[in-house]
């Protein structure tokens, strides 16, 4: 019974989240509900001191994260320097590879540091207009925007200040360019299997004699490019992101030591911080910070102009998302309480390989929340010291299963009801019948990635 209280509770808000309801109103419905079914009495006590104890917490530590990369990629926006870097690498790469074209504009921005949704609406208008000028069918634009943004640069690659490659650094101690070598080989997967499938289904509808189609809705109206930037200078603020990021990820803890230590008044008792497990958060936000100012430096006048504005609703932005991820969290947290999760947890450590088993474990709640941030975090707050455990015992560096659990976050996320899905699609105006079969495709090559990746570590031992 306590089983089927913990999948009843899942089951739920999957299905709230497929029927467009917020989970900020119904992962503490659900979490209390399955506490109500096991132990009415522990409610209130489980609310207070578990779920919003779990929830405020996970704010303390990324909200900082998700405001910074959504200020940072709003004033990209601003800036229209989004617009010059995909209006450069499609001119570079020319119209016989506009999948590979698409697929590589998603994956500068989203490195970069732009967030996936503002990636949405910076390259699709280019997209559809690349597409209906080549004559590529419309429905196969989602899952290639999905291919570039939603899958190696955002949990794969190593140093992607995205949120999904940040948090394993809390749990494991790590920094985001933890495996470096076993991102470099899962990208390869991705990036040679995904767009040789598109670009297989893209034949497949030439040979058929399909078009672009007709009858679409939001179709894009692009500006021209007269007074785009130099996409040179358009590309500084990724590179600073990047190798501040990198700079910073190895500094912080040789400025600061094992513990960093402040004293504002003589006297008063010091405020300590383990560095190691703050200084990955603390150089993803100083190098979106030196991102931001340098897209002020070079655009001052075209940011400052409407930068109000934009600000605010990449602060509504970063806070839905903050509390999106957090509540289900929190709501992790409590699931994870239940005597019904014993015997979840006991079935998928019934599986003996460490990376396997976490993989496993992470990408099924993924999929079950369809949140890849969602289910990393529920996953580890849950298993992470049972994870450690088990690398330590078998010799696996924690670097790995960092790189592991990011990637498997990313791999069975994307199911129809993901938030992602549901906004890339309707910034495309089309519908799941139409197009999520494709970026259901790509799902699975991002889920098979994982798998490959550790093939890989065990047969050379590289990572």
Not at 34 to 42: E, F, G, H, R, Y
């Amino acid at each position: 019974m306590s089983f089927l209280i913990c999948l009843g509770a899942l089951a739920f808000l999957m299905f709230v989240a497929y029927r467009g309801f917020s989970v900020i109103l119904f992962a503490p419905v659900a979490a209390m509900a399955a506490v109500a079914l096991t132990d009415p009495t522990a409610v209130p006590v489980i609310f207070s001191g578990l779920f919003m104890d779990k929830m405020v917490g996970f704010i303390k530590l990324y909200f900082p994260v998700f405001l910074l990369g959504a200020v940072f990629g709003k004033v990209i926006e601003l800036s229209g320097f989004s617009r010059s870097i995909v209006s450069a690498i499609i001119r570079i790469l020319g119209p016989s590879q506009a999948v590979l074209a698409i697929v590589l504009v998603g994956a500068v921005l989203t490195y970069g540091g732009v967030s996936l949704f503002v990636v949405v609406f910076a390259v699709y208008p280019f997209g559809a207009e690349m597409f209906r000028q080549i004559g590529i069918p419309k429905r196969l634009l989602p899952a290639v925007i999905a291919l570039g943004a939603f899958s190696f640069t955002m949990d794969t690659l190593p140093g992607t200040p995205q949120i999904q490659n940040i948090i394993p650094t809390t749990f494991f101690k790590t920094t985001a360019y933890a495996a470096p070598i076993l991102g470099f080989v899962g990208t390869a997967f991705m990036l040679v299997v995904g767009v040789g499938y598109l670009e297989f289904r893209r034949r497949q509808a030439l040979r058929a004699g399909e078009g672009y189609g007709t009858g679409h809705t939001n179709e894009p109206k692009t500006e021209g490019e007269a007074t785009l930037v130099h996409p040179l200078i358009a590309l500084l603020p990724l590179v600073v992101v990047g190798v501040a990021n990198l700079l910073l990820a190895r500094m912080i803890p040789v400025w600061f030591g094992p513990n960093a230590t402040a004293v504002l008044v003589e006297g008063q008792p010091a405020l300590t911080l383990p560095t190691a497990s703050v200084a990955a958060i603390w150089a993803v936000m100083g190098a979106l910070l030196l991102g931001i100012f340098t897209v002020f430096l070079f655009a001052f006048r075209r940011v400052a102009a409407q930068f109000a504005e934009g600000s605010k609703s990449s602060v509504a932005g970063a806070l839905l998302a903050s509390l999106n991820t957090a509540t289900e969290y929190g709501f992790g947290a409590v699931i994870a309480a239940l005597p019904g999760f014993l015997v979840i947890r006991n079935a998928l450590s019934a599986i003996p390989n460490p990376l396997v088993n976490e993989a496993i474990s992470v990408t099924t709640l993924a999929g079950i929340t369809g949140s890849a941030s969602g289910g990393l975090s529920i996953a580890l707050a849950a298993m992470s010291e049972q994870f450690i455990a088990q690398a330590n015992a078998a010799g696996i560096p924690l670097d790995v299963m960092h790189r592991v659990a990011a990637m498997a976050s990313g791999g069975m996320d994307t199911l129809p009801h993901n938030g992602a899905v549901i906004t890339l699609l309707a910034v495309c105006g089309l519908t799941h019948r139409q197009s999520y079969g494709d970026i259901f495709a790509i799902t699975l090559v991002k889920t098979m990635a994982v798998f490959f990746v550790i093939g890989f570590y065990y047969l050379t031992g590289l990572y």
